[in-house]
């Protein structure tokens, strides 16, 4: 039998997408093959159903696809009684745009269950945020559609009625065109909520309480205002967020700013309010453009703490509230410009590298009340001069090492001990002044430690 013609053979597709009896008598009458309605392979000389429609797909043109395109949509409520539904539109060649509608709460997508089991890699997530996502827009079967839709979002709706972004709901929502909309009924932002995403700038409304954990941490963000409604700023709430310049907006009602808040964020200024009772560890650690601080006066805080300016190698002059009794560890480690910071009297306690490598710091008024200096606490000053107070027992390891410029220290009456590596590196040591009475005293506690520095006097006074 003998192949059909491309003009006969378009007869046929054309006939196998309306009747098939027609196309039968057709073929018929022209010695052609005949259109087999059950799937299979076919025999010599037929052609089965399926194989005229893939034919008619390659030679058809293809119809102009019609926008909004929903790409999926379900519900994404945190409990029965929240009606809360998603979809996500494609609104053109490229684009897509998610909405969130209904009333109540969004789930959480941020659960404990979720993190990554033993000998699974991880290493290559940032944040610590080592979770699977189950959002109902990562996809499951079909995960490449879904991935594609998210990088395509350019706008997150979430409509009037919703109350809560759940953990994690928009994290890794990258693409550099984000826009986010919050309506007035929000009252709070999870943690995690916008990590990691695109998003530039953002109105939080009035009613927000709460933004969690790390909601807006690695992400684009440059600018934000603050709402009137707002108590609290989660642990690592703007964390790693480089481009956050400006925060505006601080008002009466927050009272806690958790650990890491603002951490490698490049903020250049900050007022804390009066209302703050609480600012956690690590809150401005790496804000590297942070030039100049204004704590709050009504800090409850005891410590300074951990790490809370280190690295922020902008800031200069820093006046410690007068609640704190203790500067933790490494506090102001590495700020390279810091020339004047006020320690309220009331300190006891300075910790291990607390001012390391703050080579512009020249001069430090210690105040009577401290009695412990930790190890390397000025290693790397700039200091010229040290009075140590009465309560001071020990100079410990390597407390001034490689401090070029310190030139004269003052000791207390209290020393016990002095550390052979105390003054290691200190090559413009010129003096050390020890009290008249516990001279004989001082003298043998300083042989070792000044066993290297045979032209510094010990003066009496």
Same mark, same amino acid.
């Given at each position: 039998m003998k192949k059909p013609g491309i /003009?006969?053979?378009?007869?046929?597709?054309?006939?196998?997408?309306?009747?098939? +009896?027609?196309?039968?008598?057709?073929? %018929?009458?022209?010695?052609?093959?005949?259109?087999?309605?059950?799937?299979?392979?076919?025999?010599?000389?037929?052609?089965?159903?399926?194989?005229?429609?893939?034919?008619?797909?390659? /030679?058809?043109?293809?119809?102009?696809?019609?926008?909004? #395109?929903?790409?999926?949509?379900?519900?994404?409520?945190?409990? =029965?009684?929240d009606d809360v539904s998603y979809t996500m539109?494609?609104?053109?060649?490229?684009?897509?745009?998610?909405?969130?509608?209904?009333? +109540?709460?969004?789930? =959480?997508?941020?659960?404990? #269950?979720?993190?990554?089991?033993?000998? #699974?890699?991880?290493?290559? %997530?940032?944040?610590?945020?080592?979770?699977?996502?189950?959002?109902?827009?990562?996809?499951g079967g079909d995960s490449k559609r879904y991935s594609e839709a998210k990088d395509q979002c350019i706008k997150i709706e979430i409509g009037e009625g919703i109350t809560s972004i759940g953990e994690g709901a928009f994290t890794y929502f990258q693409n550099p065109a984000l826009e986010v909309s919050l309506p007035s009924t929000l009252t709070e932002i999870g943690g995690y909520a916008f990590a990691l995403s695109g998003v530039k700038e953002i109105d939080i409304p009035n009613r927000v309480e709460l933004i969690g954990e790390c909601a807006f941490a690695n992400s684009s963000l440059k600018h934000i205002v603050l709402p009137d409604s707002l108590e609290k700023l989660g642990d690592g709430v703007f964390r790693n967020t480089e481009s956050l310049q400006k925060v505006d907006n601080w008002n009466d009602k927050v009272k806690v700013i958790d650990d890491a808040a603002f951490s490698n964020t490049g903020i250049e200024s900050m007022e804390i309010p009066d209302?703050?009772?609480?600012?956690? =560890?690590?809150?401005?650690?790496?804000?590297?453009?942070?030039?100049?601080?204004?704590? +709050?006066?009504? %800090?409850?805080?005891?410590?300074?703490?951990?790490?809370?300016?280190?690295?922020?190698?902008?800031?200069?002059?820093?006046?410690?509230?007068?609640?704190?009794?203790?500067?933790?560890?490494?506090?102001?480690?590495?700020?390279?410009?810091l020339e004047t910071v006020?320690?309220?009297?009331?300190?006891?306690?300075?910790?291990?590298?607390?001012?390391?490598?703050?080579?512009?710091?020249?001069?430090?008024? /210690?105040? =009577?009340?401290?009695?412990?200096?930790?190890?390397?606490?000025?290693?790397?000053? +700039?200091?010229?001069?040290?009075?140590?107070?009465?309560?001071? #027992?020990?100079?410990?390891?390597?407390?001034?090492?490689n401090c070029e410029k310190l030139a004269i220290v003052r000791l207390g009456k209290g020393i016990k001990t002095i550390r052979k590596t105390a003054f290691s590196g200190c090559k413009s040591l010129q003096e050390i002044q020890v009290p008249k009475k516990q001279y004989k005293q001082y003298k043998k506690l300083l042989k070792k430690p000044l066993a290297k520095h045979k032209k510094v006097k010990i003066v009496k006074y």
């Open positions: /003009i006969l053979l378009l007869a046929a597709v054309l006939s196998a997408c309306g009747a098939a +009896g027609t196309a039968e008598a057709a073929a %018929q009458n022209r010695n052609q093959p005949v259109l087999q309605e059950k799937a299979g392979k076919g025999t010599a000389g037929i052609f089965t159903k399926s194989d005229f429609c893939r034919i008619r797909n390659r /030679i058809e043109v293809k119809k102009k696809r019609k926008y909004p #395109e929903v790409v999926f949509s379900g519900r994404c409520g945190k409990s =029965d009684a539109y494609r609104t053109g060649k490229g684009t897509c745009v998610l909405k969130i509608y209904g009333t +109540g709460r969004m789930a =959480d997508y941020l659960e404990p #269950e979720d993190f990554y089991s033993d000998g #699974e890699t991880y290493a290559a %997530q940032p944040l610590d945020l080592y979770y699977r996502f189950r959002r109902p827009w990562d996809g209302s703050v009772e609480t600012v956690g =560890d690590m809150a401005f650690m790496g804000c590297r453009r942070l030039k100049t601080i204004t704590m +709050g006066r009504n %800090q409850k805080d005891t410590v300074l703490g951990y790490s809370f300016f280190n690295g922020c190698t902008s800031l200069k002059k820093v006046e410690i509230p007068e609640s704190v009794k203790e500067i933790d560890d490494e506090a102001f480690r590495d700020c390279t410009s006020v320690i309220p009297d009331g300190v006891v306690r300075i910790g291990w590298y607390a001012f390391l490598g703050c080579k512009s710091l020249a001069d430090l008024t /210690i105040p =009577d009340s401290v009695t412990e200096i930790k190890r390397m606490a000025f290693s790397g000053s +700039g200091l010229r001069t040290v009075t140590l107070p009465d309560g001071v #027992e020990a100079l410990s390891y390597r407390v001034f090492d």
